[in-house]
């Protein structure tokens, strides 16, 4: 008894903070869902909240460009363990292209936002590239026209979430014993066999914790890039459900919509989790 | 054997290709911010004529930048220390004190570690006005700190597991309290995962926008990250004040980056080999 009542001080800061923090909100956020703020009270509305977001052709584009960039997903995998395979034979300066894959990984959202909104501005230093070799008719309004704009968001992620995939596939690529490769090769495998039957089942696992990890992103993390570079615009061509939870909580002062929003968008990120245990505990049987 | 050579033959081109692909805007930031504005419209792609500082000091005096740098780096120490002091104790408990439900909270951890920030941002906003901590650095180091711990949490238990129970024993027979082997035992032999945590965590908060945007709109209290964003619309068109900016906010995170390379590549590695 003694041992499980210190255990639980030494665990107490850590679970009020959580409290404070998760429990709290989210507990909150529910009832909020079903209720409308009004002149500093709140009251119950039951449903209504979530009917008006069902209706809302905003939130549709919202969670339906959320969607849009899962896309990514498996380009950025497929790509990450293609370079992780081409840098686990340590060529020539594969350190310094390690370091440069990785950096964009560490550089700040806003930080890259607002490069990549000057460089695709429709007079930008990426299409007066286009320009000077020739290829004007590539030089589209990248991040103005509603066409384009989701692309160039999704080739903005694709440039900074790279080098996470490269470099996790990489450190597991490495603790993979050498004999099997060497196996491999005896047998007469030629590149693309010997890491199709060696590399790639390895690398399975962290696959798909990468992959998990990347869709929770795609779906929860990517306020900073619309934040910085569109505001979810032209023409709501790239809101996002962050940012419409953001906008219509804090500048719309609809909290309740807002809320009804994030329980949503809680429901989408604990359908990923439950799907990442099956698949964990699928693996480890 | 024709094909093999191709793939022989292509690799390294295709390297160097990902390789430009991913330093080019960092390096259209790095010589725009040494360019004045008269050579930056001559010239968009080359190194600068005349190399110059002035976008520096520019950026630095002219607007409260150093306020907001300062902002950033209390957040960071702050949440930072906190949360690897509350993970720290609630580590050892899960790890080595036999709490009941151990196995419980560690799963809650991997549980929280995905719920997205934005769903508390609406009642934690309510909550911090009700309590007055809005435009607080307590308010927001609260709530960095539990953002924080699911992963702090999650990757001190692992390593504090791999401290061998003998060890723990035996101090107690010394006579040693649990949180003197805490101390002097487990802490001295964690220091790689401290290292890692620290490093992983301060680019965390670093980098983080939603929170500050939310919780911190007076323009005194702004951190770096908002800052950037509203000195990016003052300096539309100058473009190399705006980068400057950008290279200054980034200098901390290359420092951490490059001092703990190998640290933070374990953190960031270390969800995917500890699956269960």
Same mark, same amino acid.
């Given at each position: 008894?003694?041992? !499980?009542?210190?255990?639980?001080?030494?665990?107490?800061?850590?679970?009020?903070?959580?409290?404070?923090?998760?429990?709290?909100?989210?507990?909150?956020?529910?009832?909020?869902?079903?209720?409308?703020?009004?002149?500093?009270?709140?009251?119950?509305?039951?449903?209504?909240?979530?009917?008006?977001?069902?209706?809302?052709?905003?939130?549709?584009?919202?969670?339906?460009?959320?969607?849009?960039?899962?896309?990514?997903?498996?380009?950025?995998?497929?790509?990450?363990?293609?370079?992780?395979?081409?840098?686990?034979?340590?060529?020539?300066?594969?350190?310094?292209?390690?370091?440069?894959?990785?950096?964009?990984?560490?550089?700040?959202?806003?930080?890259?936002?607002?490069?990549?909104?000057?460089?695709?501005?429709?007079?930008?230093?990426?299409?007066?590239?286009?320009?000077?070799?020739?290829?004007?008719?590539?030089?589209?309004?990248?991040?103005?026209?509603?066409?384009?704009?989701?692309?160039?968001?999704?080739?903005?992620?694709?440039?900074?979430?790279?080098?996470?995939?490269?470099?996790?596939?990489?450190?597991?690529?490495? !603790?993979?014993?050498?004999?099997?490769?060497?196996?491999?090769?005896?047998?007469?495998?030629?590149?693309?066999?010997?890491?199709?039957?060696?590399?790639?089942?390895?690398?399975?696992?962290?696959?798909?914790?990468?992959?998990?990890?990347?869709?929770?992103?795609?779906?929860?993390?990517?306020?900073?890039?619309?934040?910085?570079?569109?505001?979810?615009?032209?023409?709501?061509?790239?809101?996002?459900?962050?940012?419409?939870?953001?906008?219509?909580?804090?500048?719309?002062?609809?909290?309740?919509?807002? !809320?009804?929003?994030?329980?949503?968008?809680?429901?989408?990120?604990?359908?990923?989790?439950?799907?990442?245990?099956?698949?964990?505990?699928?693996?480890?049987? | 054997?024709? $094909?093999?050579?191709?793939?022989?033959?292509?690799?390294?081109?295709?390297?160097?290709?990902?390789?430009?692909?991913?330093?080019?805007?960092?390096?259209?930031?790095?010589?725009?911010?040494?360019?004045?504005?008269?050579?930056?419209?001559?010239?968009?792609?080359?190194?600068?004529?005349?190399?110059?500082?002035?976008?520096?000091?520019?950026?630095?005096?002219?607007?409260?930048?150093?306020?907001?740098?300062?902002?950033?780096?209390?957040?960071?120490?702050?949440?930072?220390?906190?949360?690897? @002091?509350?993970?720290?104790?609630?580590?050892?408990?899960?790890?080595?004190?036999?709490?009941?439900?151990?196995?419980?909270?560690?799963?809650?951890?991997?549980?929280?570690?995905?719920?997205?920030?934005?769903?508390?941002?609406?009642?934690?906003?309510?909550?911090?006005?009700?309590?007055? @901590?809005?435009?607080?650095?307590?308010?927001? $180091?609260?709530?960095?700190?539990?953002?924080?711990?699911?992963?702090?949490?999650?990757?001190?238990?692992?390593?504090?597991?791999?401290?061998?129970?003998?060890?723990?024993?035996?101090?107690?027979?010394?006579?040693?309290?649990?949180?003197?082997?805490?101390?002097?035992?487990?802490?001295?032999?964690?220091?790689?995962?401290?290292?890692?945590?620290? $490093?992983?965590?301060?680019?965390?908060?670093?980098?983080?926008?939603? $929170?500050?945007?939310?919780?911190?709109?007076?323009?005194?209290?702004?951190?770096?990250?908002?800052?950037?964003?509203?000195?990016?619309?003052?300096?539309?068109?100058?473009?190399?004040?705006?980068?400057?900016?950008?290279?200054?906010?980034?200098?901390?995170?290359?420092?951490?980056?490059?001092?703990?390379?190998?640290?933070?590549?374990?953190?960031?590695?270390?969800?995917?080999?500890?699956?269960?």
């Amino acid at each position: 008894l003694r041992t !499980s009542v210190t255990g639980y001080l030494f665990l107490l800061p850590a679970i009020v903070v959580l409290v404070i923090v998760f429990l709290y909100p989210i507990v909150q956020i529910i009832r909020y869902s079903f209720s409308t703020y009004q002149m500093g009270t709140w009251s119950f509305v039951g449903f209504q909240n979530y009917r008006i977001m069902l209706h809302d052709p905003i939130f549709l584009r919202a969670f339906r460009d959320n969607f849009e960039l899962l896309l990514v997903v498996p380009v950025l995998t497929v790509v990450g363990v293609f370079l992780a395979i081409l840098l686990y034979e340590r060529g020539r300066f594969w350190r310094t292209h390690r370091f440069a894959v990785f950096l964009p990984y560490i550089l700040a959202i806003p930080v890259v936002g607002i490069i990549f909104g000057y460089l695709f501005q429709y007079n930008g230093v990426i299409n007066e590239a286009f320009r000077t070799i020739g290829l004007g008719a590539l030089a589209i309004d990248w991040l103005g026209n509603p066409k384009y704009s989701m692309t160039t968001l999704m080739l903005v992620i694709f440039w900074k979430e790279l080098g996470f995939a490269v470099v996790l596939f990489l450190a597991r690529l490495l !603790s993979v014993p050498a004999e099997l490769y060497e196996a491999a090769r005896l047998d007469g495998a030629g590149w693309w066999r010997m890491h199709w039957h060696v590399s790639v089942p390895q690398l399975k696992r962290v696959i798909t914790f990468y992959v998990i990890i990347e869709m929770i992103t795609m779906m929860s993390w990517v306020f900073g890039y619309v934040y910085v570079m569109t505001g979810g615009g032209p023409a709501n061509s790239t809101m996002v459900a962050e940012l419409y939870i953001y906008q219509t909580a804090f500048q719309f002062n609809n909290p309740g919509l807002a !809320s009804a929003v994030g329980v949503a968008l809680l429901i989408v990120s604990g359908v990923f989790v439950a799907v990442q245990f099956l698949l964990n505990r699928g693996d480890s049987r | 054997v024709r $094909i093999r050579r191709w793939t022989g033959i292509l690799k390294q081109p295709v390297l160097w290709v990902i390789t430009l692909l991913a330093l080019f805007p960092i390096y259209f930031m790095l010589v725009t911010s040494l360019k004045t504005p008269e050579d930056y419209a001559a010239n968009h792609f080359g190194l600068p004529a005349h190399p110059t500082l002035s976008n520096f000091t520019e950026a630095l005096g002219g607007s409260k930048f150093i306020i907001w740098f300062g902002n950033s780096v209390l957040l960071t120490v702050g949440s930072v220390l906190a949360s690897c @002091l509350i993970a720290m104790l609630a580590a050892f408990a899960l790890a080595k004190l036999n709490v009941p439900g151990a196995g419980f909270w560690y799963n809650l951890m991997t549980v929280l570690m995905v719920i997205p920030p934005v769903v508390m941002v609406i009642p934690l906003f309510q909550f911090m006005v009700n309590i007055g @901590l809005i435009n607080s650095y307590q308010g927001v $180091i609260l709530i960095y700190t539990g953002l924080l711990l699911p992963f702090s949490i999650f990757l001190l238990t692992n390593f504090f597991r791999e401290v061998p129970d003998s060890l723990l024993e035996a101090a107690a027979i010394d006579g040693a309290t649990t949180f003197k082997s805490l101390v002097e035992i487990i802490l001295p032999l964690s220091t790689p995962a401290f290292v890692t945590l620290v $490093i992983v965590n301060a680019l965390w908060v670093w980098n983080e926008l939603l $929170i500050s945007v939310v919780f911190l709109q007076n323009d005194m209290m702004k951190t770096l990250m908002v800052g950037l964003t509203v000195f990016q619309s003052r300096y539309t068109l100058n473009i190399p004040a705006t980068m400057a900016g950008l290279v200054i906010a980034t200098i901390p995170i290359l420092v951490l980056y490059i001092g703990g390379q190998k640290f933070f590549i374990e953190g960031l590695t270390a969800g995917a080999n500890k699956g269960e």
